[in-house]
């Protein structure tokens, strides 16, 4: 059976957004097949795909639902480090993969960008108004 036009619509709306907190993927430094790659596993973060080795790995010791999607681009080794929320896809960092472990700071500097973005949506949720209080 072939599919309708509504069903790919469908399909569409459930992708989460991805949101940049940090970070970029152009050309330079990448090439068109790495920006490729790293858009199509972008593409299956939204679409609800739980990635693992060796497209990506996963990054506890940033937080719950943190990992790092692995993009090899010709002599680079990119990381870029996400988290996977309900409503979006955080992009927390793009980087060069120079070192066998991720350096602390690229980790505590992504802590705080979550940290902040955490307090940032609380606060928003706080200001907004009520649904099902009436006036």
């Known amino acids: 059976m072939a599919k309708r036009k509504s ?3 469908d399909v569409q709306q459930e992708r989460r957004p ?5 970070g970029e993927i152009k050309t330079p430094p990448f090439t068109a097949q790495g920006r490729k790659e790293a858009g199509d596993l972008l593409r299956l973060l939204q ?10 790995e996963p990054l506890p010791i940033v937080g719950p ?4 999607l692995r993009v090899r681009d010709g002599a ?4 870029i480090m996400y988290r996977v929320d309900h409503d ?5 960092e793009v980087y060069a993969k120079k070192t066998k472990s991720v350096p ?3 980790i505590d500097r992504c802590k ?5 973005y955490d307090e940032t949506v609380k606060q928003a949720a706080k200001k907004a108004p009520q649904k099902g209080k009436g006036a």
């Open 7 to 9: 069903d790919e619509q």
């Open 104 to 106: 602390q700071e690229m």
């Open 112 to 116: 705080k960008r979550l940290a902040d």
């Open 88 to 92: 979006a896809i955080l992009v927390l």
């Open 47 to 56: 679409e609800g795909v739980k990635l693992a080795m060796p497209q990506a």
């Open 65 to 68: 639902r943190c990992g790092a």
């Open 76 to 79: 680079h080794n990119w990381r």
């Open 18 to 22: 991805v949101a940049w907190l940090r």
